[in-house]
């Protein structure tokens, strides 16, 4: 009988593609293994190494001194205005992250959609409109900031922990963070978590939002017309 080369792909399990024979079927990969689930450029630029940092070294610090090392040396500059706007806006730098974009348009000229959902996406997360207010994760149970920060595969985005009686409040720049961590729960912490809007606006959260006024100004009329079209 000759040879089939055949493969199949589910959500849920990943087969190699191999031969079949009487003696061979379809095996699953092995799912133990690490994976990359971001691609990281090779070799030593600064960013490679800005890059290396935020996903792997989780130094969002260091990554955005690298971010600005290698948008000054011209080291692929639009991809790391890019980067070094949704790493500041992580960090709860919004408006910084908008005057970065505005500072390097040129670098988009041939790719105005590009900016323009970047600067949408960016003036939408300092609104104070609908799902914007919940930034914050409240979990119930937690009694210790360790607690909060160990039930998440990945806590980097957390600004703070409070402490209330009964639960802890988890802060995050942005509603988007906290649901992205939301999504990094350990299934071993079985503590209920729900989001919570601000009701009390810290002093960088307030620094955040903007008038319509300030927005037109650091977007430009042009853009910021074209947006709230």
Same mark, same amino acid.
């Given at each position: 009988?000759? @040879?089939?080369?055949?493969?199949?792909?589910?959500?849920?399990d990943?087969?190699?593609i191999?031969?079949?024979? !009487? &003696?061979?079927?379809?095996?699953?990969? +092995?799912?133990?293994?690490p994976r990359t689930?971001?691609?990281?450029?090779?070799? +030593?630029?600064?960013?490679?190494q800005?890059?290396r940092?935020?996903?792997? +070294? #989780? @130094?969002?610090?260091?990554?955005?001194?690298?971010? $600005? $090392?290698a948008?000054?040396?011209? @080291?692929?500059?639009?991809?790391?205005v890019? +980067?070094?706007a949704?790493?500041?806006? =992580? =960090?709860?730098?919004?408006?910084?992250?908008?005057?970065?974009? $505005? #500072?390097h348009?040129?670098?988009?000229?041939?790719e105005?959609?590009?900016y323009?959902?970047?600067m949408?996406?960016l003036r939408?997360q300092?609104s104070? !409109?609908g799902?914007?207010?919940?930034?914050?994760?409240?979990?119930?149970?937690?009694?210790?900031? /360790?607690?909060?920060?160990?039930?998440f595969?990945?806590?980097?985005?957390?600004?703070?922990?409070?402490l209330?009686e009964?639960?802890?409040?988890?802060k995050?720049?942005?509603?988007s963070?906290?649901? /992205?961590?939301?999504?990094?729960?350990? @299934?071993?912490? #079985?503590?209920?978590?729900?989001? %919570?809007?601000? %009701?009390?606006?810290?002093? =960088?959260t /307030? /620094? &955040? =939002?903007?008038s319509e006024?300030?927005?037109?100004?650091?977007?430009g009329s042009?853009?910021y017309?074209?947006i &709230?079209s």
């Amino acid at each position: 009988m000759e @040879d089939i080369v055949f493969g199949t792909l589910t959500k849920s399990d990943v087969y190699t593609i191999k031969k079949v024979t !009487k &003696n061979n079927v379809l095996k699953p990969l +092995d799912t133990n293994k690490p994976r990359t689930h971001y691609p990281l450029p090779k070799g +030593d630029s600064f960013y490679a190494q800005a890059k290396r940092s935020e996903y792997v +070294d #989780k @130094d969002l610090s260091k990554a955005e001194q690298l971010y $600005k $090392k290698a948008i000054k040396q011209g @080291d692929r500059p639009e991809s790391a205005v890019k +980067d070094l706007a949704g790493l500041l806006h =992580q =960090q709860g730098k919004t408006l910084e992250a908008i005057q970065l974009l $505005k #500072k390097h348009k040129e670098l988009f000229n041939n790719e105005l959609p590009k900016y323009r959902n970047l600067m949408g996406s960016l003036r939408r997360q300092i609104s104070t !409109k609908g799902n914007r207010l919940n930034k914050n994760l409240k979990i119930f149970g937690a009694v210790t900031k /360790k607690q909060v920060m160990q039930m998440f595969r990945k806590p980097h985005r957390i600004l703070g922990v409070e402490l209330k009686e009964g639960y802890a409040i988890a802060k995050f720049p942005s509603h988007s963070a906290a649901r /992205k961590t939301l999504e990094t729960k350990k @299934d071993s912490f #079985k503590f209920h978590v729900e989001f %919570s809007a601000v %009701s009390e606006y810290s002093e =960088q959260t /307030k /620094k &955040n =939002q903007v008038s319509e006024a300030e927005a037109e100004f650091l977007l430009g009329s042009a853009l910021y017309r074209i947006i &709230n079209s």
